[in-house]
């Protein structure tokens, strides 16, 4: 065990980057002497010496540090986000997080035809391919398939014995099991220190092995398997786990408990495939004593408990962060539930500080309570849309979780088995469609699905009522994220008894002015990239134009289509946007206009296209099929008001996804969020954190400003110069300044929504920037009191930084007592900061600099200083003059005010 | 009758109100201090 650190302590030798190279090195020590170090790889074998548990901490924290903060999301999943119309540039990490985890990754192709062959050999694997991958931070296909032929680890010549590895497990509180002893048995025969964290490494790597399919898509040479501490688990994997689990019986529980065996996700996994019937006929109850048939039925129930909790609550984010504390699938059940159970609860608990809620048992229930509704319904997709077709009236989550759980108590093995065979009818259902003259997309097929399980007959009047529910379900399945069950919280709606119309509506508002926002990005990258030609552009406006006024008055154009009995279409959406709330218009006239249409609109969109040969151009046809495409929502399926509310920005989003999804001209994202991804992905973790303590949404706008704005102060100033439109007066005091700010805001916004109409679109790229430059600075102002005043000084115009310390708690008007910190950049004498105390009219300040002489000129013309002061109506009661503490341990963060207390 | 005056005005003083103002006399005392180093230096390089 003490092999490389002895012989690194006792002679140098080069290390030259792989084990191959000792032998040679020890030759050429011998003729060159010595030469390079090559730290890392020592530091590499060093982590498996390590014995405190204290080191491995420490290392483990710097290894983590640095992947923490950076790097959430891949530019793949941004562009996926970016295309279902979401505000990503305006959406808190954690939502972003939250939606990335719902999408399912793309299959790419398998272009390695020797990965059939590399998986083979890993399965084999040999003792050096798993050393190596336990001193490797990134564990990929490739590296596990390389170092199968690579030497290097020798046998240690110690003896020891099963029993010794008992006891080197109990030493570092592992679980002893058949994996954990097979890991601590490589270790100890390697001469390698045994700890729980390579414990849990080791049997990690296995279990990833384990899974790898060469027909699973995706799959690649540079997969990642493994990356510090956690295996990277795919949703498609952890669906199978839970299905899985989810078909465990008592009898399967009991059986395994007879036969002593681990109650782990990989003996249930493994129990499910044995004959059913073998096993009842196998259970020795008759032999046991009453009391012990007692205490095997308790312990049964706990599990299925336990299978629960895992089934309903692990997502693959989930699995990858429980997998770095323990291996996943050979741990006792209980422990992972266990762990589950207080993830959640951590999460939930950061969720309600973002929204800046109170974590209260009570606010925690609601949020785990309507998650868990959330997964439910993902699992019971087609029993739910049946639900939601047959109830009368709007059925809260609560309802609807009463409601699925009495079906699944009820639901015999045999009713899920023909939950599988509804599958294999599946391909059967597009050809009935198809022969039918019935339309056959995704959609149409989920609600044939529900359909069928609902025994309603698979007519087109039910497909159309059914579409409907199945584009509301899939929506709120996306929309309802833990941050916006926290938002609606907030409001004082709980999630749990809302209905999910309900819910839709309220997270339909957020999102449409982010969809603006992303159609008007959408027309520049394609302008750019000389994808959008002019009468393509007509369209995308036309569909911005669309949006804008829905937004600007959705009661009005909702009221519209429900009075006049439209159906739900984008043209409609055009016309009620326009005489919506113009009573001047004759109703009846309408009225028979709109008779006119419906029979028109009847028609499906092959019989439009069809009809209009002329438009030979691909967006012409596209936006035809937009304007005409039907989803019946009228007066007597929607009932109320309130369905057509809810479906109102799904429907929309559907459309925007549909013509984004029609440009393969858009392959990448816009230039300029790119940029702006760039700027976050570099921002050093002190910032994130400065942000999340003052409760600034931590979203990719805010990061990117923040960190523009300290790099590039003068930015702000260049914006408002190159659009004279916007004066910036000195203002007389601090409300000036956030009025002036919110006017700039304001008036930026329209200049940049008039932009996208004319299709100016450089002039709406300048106009963005300013207004998210100053919903920026309004915000800081808002959360940490910092502002930014421009004064005029001789004729130039200087930007001042001030943060206002407003104590929480006092009321608005009794500001009688101030804090302040100014900090001001001169020509020659360089930064200088005052800190300042006010009280009633007595005035306290310290003035700052990094510089001697700059201390003592300040010093000593102070009576100027406080004559203007007094001039003002300020009494200088006492002053002092400090020298910048560079000496001292810096705090990372910029904030002053956290200094305050120390200074003054 | 002036001192009264004063002193009711002395306890309406709202700092928060004034904060613009009084940032804006350490600035203006900042600018003087920069613009006198200058000078100075300057004369110091004849």
Same mark, same amino acid.
């Given at each position: 065990?003490?092999?490389?650190?002895?012989?690194?302590?006792s002679?140098?030798?080069?290390?030259?980057? $792989?084990?191959?190279?000792?032998?040679k090195? &020890?030759? %050429?020590?011998?003729?060159?002497?010595?030469?390079?170090?090559?730290?890392?790889?020592?530091?590499g074998?060093?982590?498996?010496?390590?014995y405190?548990?204290?080191a491995?901490?420490?290392?483990?924290?710097?290894?983590q540090?640095?992947?923490?903060?950076?790097?959430?999301w891949?530019?793949?999943?941004?562009?996926?986000l970016?295309?279902?119309g979401?505000?990503?540039?305006?959406?808190?990490?954690?939502?972003?997080?939250?939606?990335?985890?719902?999408?399912?990754?793309?299959?790419?192709?398998v272009?390695d035809?020797?990965?059939?062959?590399?998986?083979?050999?890993?399965?084999?694997?040999?003792?050096?391919?798993?050393?190596?991958?336990?001193?490797?931070?990134?564990?990929?296909?490739?590296?596990?398939?390389?170092s199968?032929f690579?030497?290097?680890?020798?046998?240690?010549?110690?003896?020891?014995s &099963?029993?010794?590895?008992?006891?080197?497990?109990?030493l570092? $509180?592992? +679980?002893?099991?058949?994996?954990?002893?097979?890991?601590a048995?490589?270790?100890?025969?390697?001469?390698?220190?045994?700890?729980?964290?390579?414990i849990?490494?080791?049997?990690? #790597?296995?279990?990833?092995?384990?899974?790898l399919?060469?027909?699973?898509s995706?799959?690649?040479?540079?997969?990642?398997?493994?990356?510090?501490?956690?295996?990277?688990?795919?949703?498609?994997?952890?669906?199978?786990?839970?299905?899985?689990? $989810?078909?465990?019986?008592?009898?399967?529980?009991?059986?395994?408990?007879?036969e002593?065996?681990?109650?782990?996700?990989e003996?249930?996994?493994?129990?499910?495939?044995?004959?059913a019937?073998?096993i009842?006929?196998?259970?020795?109850?008759?032999?046991?004593?009453?009391k012990?048939?007692?205490?095997?039925?308790?312990?049964?129930?706990?599990?299925?408990e336990?299978?629960? %909790?895992?089934?309903?609550?692990?997502?693959?984010?989930?699995?990858?962060?429980?997998?770095?504390?323990? =291996?996943?699938?050979?741990?006792r059940?209980s422990?992972?539930?266990?762990?589950l159970l207080?993830?959640?609860?951590?999460?939930?608990?950061?969720?309600?500080?973002?929204?800046?809620?109170?974590?209260?048992?009570?606010?925690?229930?609601?949020?785990?309570?309507t998650?868990?509704?959330?997964?439910?319904?993902?699992?019971?997709?087609? +029993?739910?849309?049946?639900?939601e077709?047959?109830?009368q009236?709007?059925?809260?989550?609560?309802?609807?979780?009463?409601?699925?759980?009495?079906?699944?108590?009820?639901e015999?093995?045999?009713?899920k088995?023909?939950?599988?065979?509804?599958?294999?009818?599946?391909?059967?259902?597009?050809?009935?469609?198809?022969?039918n003259?019935? =339309?056959?997309?995704e959609?149409?097929?989920?609600?044939?699905?529900?359909?069928?399980?609902?025994?309603?007959?698979?007519?087109?009047?039910?497909?159309?009522?059914?579409?409907?529910?199945?584009?509301?379900?899939?929506?709120?399945?996306? !929309?309802?994220?833990?941050?916006?069950?926290?938002?609606?919280?907030?409001?004082?709606?709980?999630?749990?008894h809302? %209905?999910?119309?309900?819910?839709?509506?309220?997270t339909?508002?957020?999102?449409?002015?982010?969809?603006?926002?992303?159609?008007?990005?959408?027309?520049?990258?394609?302008?750019?990239?000389?994808?959008?030609?002019?009468?393509?552009?007509?369209?995308?406006?036309?569909?911005?134009?669309?949006l804008?006024?829905?937004?600007?008055?959705?009661?009005?154009?909702? $009221?519209?289509l429900?009075?006049?009995?439209?159906?739900?279409?984008?043209?409609?959406?055009?016309?009620?946007?326009r005489?919506?709330?113009?009573?001047?218009?004759?109703?009846?006239?309408?009225?028979?206009?709109?008779?006119?249409k419906?029979?028109?609109q009847?028609?499906?969109?092959?019989?439009?296209?069809?009809k209009?040969?002329?438009?030979?151009?691909?967006?012409?046809?596209?936006?035809k099929?937009?304007?005409?495409?039907?989803?019946?929502?009228?007066?007597?399926?929607?009932?109320?008001?309130?369905?057509?509310?809810?479906?109102l920005?799904?429907?929309?989003?559907?459309?925007f996804?549909?013509?984004?999804?029609?440009?393969e001209?858009?392959?990448?994202?816009?230039? /300029?969020?790119?940029?702006?991804?760039?700027?976050?992905?570099?921002?050093?973790?002190?910032?994130l954190?400065?942000?999340?303590?003052h409760?600034?949404?931590?979203?990719?706008?805010?990061?990117?400003?923040? !960190?523009?704005?300290?790099?590039? =102060?003068?930015?702000?100033?260049a914006?408002?110069?190159?659009?004279?439109?916007?004066?910036?007066?000195?203002?007389r005091?601090?409300?000036?300044?956030?009025?002036?700010?919110?006017?700039?805001c304001?008036?930026?916004?329209?200049?940049?929504?008039?932009?996208?109409?004319?299709g100016n679109?450089? &002039?709406?790229?300048?106009y963005?920037?300013v207004?998210?430059?100053?919903?920026?600075?309004?915000?800081?102002?808002?959360?940490?009191?910092?502002?930014?005043?421009?004064?005029?000084?001789?004729?130039?115009?200087?930007?001042?930084?001030?943060?206002?310390?407003?104590?929480?708690?006092? +009321?608005?008007?009794?500001?009688?007592?101030?804090?302040?910190?100014?900090?001001y950049? %001169?020509?020659?004498?360089?930064?200088?900061?005052?800190?300042?105390?006010?009280?009633?009219?007595?005035?306290?300040?310290? #003035?700052?600099?990094?510089?001697?002489?700059?201390?003592k000129?300040?010093?000593?013309?102070?009576?100027?200083?406080?004559?203007?002061?007094?001039?003002?109506?300020?009494?200088t009661?006492?002053?002092?003059?400090?020298?910048?503490?560079v000496?001292?341990?810096?705090?990372?963060s910029?904030?002053?005010?956290?200094?305050?207390?120390e200074?003054? | 009758?002036?001192?009264? +005056?004063?002193?009711?005005?002395?306890?309406?003083?709202? =700092?928060?109100?004034d904060?613009?103002?009084?940032?804006?006399?350490? #600035? /203006?005392?900042?600018?003087?201090?920069? &613009?006198?180093?200058?000078?100075?230096?300057?004369?110091?390089?004849?």
């Open positions: 065990m003490r092999g490389v650190i002895q012989t690194i302590k002679e140098p030798y080069i290390v030259c980057g $792989g084990e191959r190279q000792w032998a090195a &020890r030759e %050429t020590k011998e003729k060159i002497g010595i030469t390079s170090f090559d730290v890392q790889e020592i530091l074998k060093a982590q498996n010496y390590l405190t548990e204290k491995e901490k420490d290392l483990a924290e710097q290894l540090e640095r992947g923490q903060e950076k790097g959430y891949t530019e793949e999943q941004i562009k996926a970016y295309q279902k979401l505000d990503v540039e305006n959406m808190d990490f954690s939502e972003l997080k939250a939606y990335a985890g719902e999408t399912a990754t793309k299959p790419k192709k272009e035809e020797k990965l059939g062959d590399k998986l083979e050999t890993i399965q084999k694997g040999s003792d050096q391919m798993y050393l190596y991958a336990l001193s490797s931070p990134k564990v990929t296909i490739d590296s596990l398939y390389e199968n690579k030497g290097g680890f020798k046998k240690s010549a110690l003896n020891y &099963r029993q010794d590895i008992s006891n080197v497990l109990k570092n $509180g592992v +679980e002893e099991n058949k994996n954990s002893i097979w890991a048995d490589l270790l100890m025969m390697y001469d390698m220190g045994v700890n729980a964290a390579s849990n490494k080791l049997q990690n #790597i296995q279990t990833a092995i384990a899974s399919d060469v027909k699973q995706g799959l690649s040479g540079a997969t990642t398997l493994m990356e510090n501490q956690e295996v990277k688990y795919e949703p498609e994997y952890v669906d199978r786990i839970t299905d899985e689990l $989810g078909m465990v019986t008592d009898e399967h529980i009991q059986k395994l408990i007879e002593g065996q681990e109650v782990n996700i003996n249930l996994r493994e129990s499910i495939h044995k004959n019937h073998e009842l006929s196998d259970l020795k109850e008759d032999h046991l004593t009453d012990e048939i007692a205490a095997l039925e308790e312990e049964t129930t706990a599990i299925k336990q299978i629960l %909790t895992v089934a309903a609550k692990l997502t693959s984010e989930a699995a990858q962060k429980i997998s770095g504390q323990m =291996p996943l699938e050979s741990t059940l422990k992972v539930a266990k762990a207080e993830m959640e609860e951590e999460q939930m608990g950061q969720v309600l500080e973002e929204v800046e809620l109170p974590v209260t048992k009570e606010h925690l229930d609601v949020l785990t309570q998650m868990a509704a959330k997964t439910n319904i993902k699992e019971h997709f087609t +029993e739910t849309a049946t639900l077709l047959t109830s009236d709007e059925m809260t989550l609560r309802e609807i979780q009463s409601a699925l759980a009495h079906y699944m108590a009820h015999t093995p045999v009713e088995r023909f939950g599988e065979s509804l599958a294999s009818v599946e391909g059967q259902i597009k050809t009935f469609l198809e022969n003259q019935l =339309p056959s997309e959609g149409q097929i989920e609600g044939a699905k529900a359909l069928i399980a609902a025994s309603m007959e698979v007519s087109e009047e039910n497909l159309q009522a059914i579409e409907t529910v199945v584009l509301k379900l899939n929506h709120f399945l996306e !929309e309802l994220t833990p941050v916006q069950a926290a938002r609606m919280l907030k409001e004082g709606i709980n999630p749990y809302a %209905t999910i119309d309900e819910i839709l509506d309220f339909g508002k957020q999102h449409v002015e982010g969809l603006k926002g992303n159609v008007a990005e959408a027309i520049v990258a394609l302008k750019q990239q000389g994808s959008l030609n002019d009468q393509q552009q007509e369209g995308m406006i036309g569909l911005y134009r669309i804008q006024a829905v937004t600007k008055d959705k009661e009005a154009v909702m $009221g519209y429900f009075k006049n009995q439209l159906p739900l279409t984008v043209e409609n959406l055009q016309a009620a946007a005489y919506a709330g113009k009573t001047n218009i004759v109703d009846a006239k309408l009225d028979q206009h709109a008779g006119e419906s029979k028109e009847l028609q499906t969109a092959q019989n439009m296209l069809e209009s040969e002329e438009a030979a151009d691909e967006m012409a046809k596209a936006i099929i937009l304007e005409e495409m039907t989803l019946p929502v009228d007066a007597e399926h929607s009932g109320k008001m309130g369905r057509l509310s809810a479906i920005y799904p429907y929309i989003k559907e459309q996804k549909k013509e984004l999804g029609k440009f001209g858009l392959k990448a994202l816009p230039e /300029s969020f790119v940029e702006k991804l760039e700027v976050v992905q570099q921002a050093p973790a002190s910032v954190e400065e942000m999340r303590e409760h600034i949404p931590v979203t990719i706008n805010n990061v990117y400003w923040m !960190e523009q704005m300290s790099n590039q =102060p003068e930015l702000y100033e914006l408002l110069e190159a659009n004279p439109d916007f004066q910036e007066k000195e203002p005091n601090l409300e000036e300044l956030e009025e002036a700010l919110s006017k700039i304001q008036e930026a916004k329209e200049k940049k929504e008039e932009a996208v109409v004319k679109l450089s &002039r709406y790229k300048n963005k920037a207004e998210e430059m100053t919903a920026f600075k309004q915000q800081r102002i808002e959360k940490e009191g910092f502002y930014q005043i421009p004064f005029i000084i001789e004729g130039e115009r200087k930007l001042v930084s001030l943060y206002v310390y407003d104590q929480k708690g006092q +009321e608005a008007d009794l500001n009688e007592n101030l804090k302040a910190v100014i900090s950049e %001169t020509k020659h004498l360089g930064t200088i900061k005052a800190y300042v105390k006010i009280e009633k009219d007595q005035l306290g300040f310290e #003035i700052e600099s990094k510089n001697e002489s700059v201390k000129l300040l010093n000593a013309h102070q009576d100027l200083l406080i004559q203007g002061l007094l001039d003002i109506g300020y009494h009661q006492y002053t002092g003059y400090k020298e910048s503490e000496t001292q341990p810096q705090v990372i910029r904030d002053p005010l956290s200094r305050f207390e200074i003054i | 009758m002036a001192g009264q +005056e004063k002193r009711q005005e002395d306890q309406e003083k709202k =700092p928060k109100e904060i613009v103002s009084i940032v804006k006399e350490f #600035i /203006s005392y900042f600018e003087k201090m920069d &613009r006198s180093d200058k000078d100075d230096n300057s004369i110091k390089h004849r």
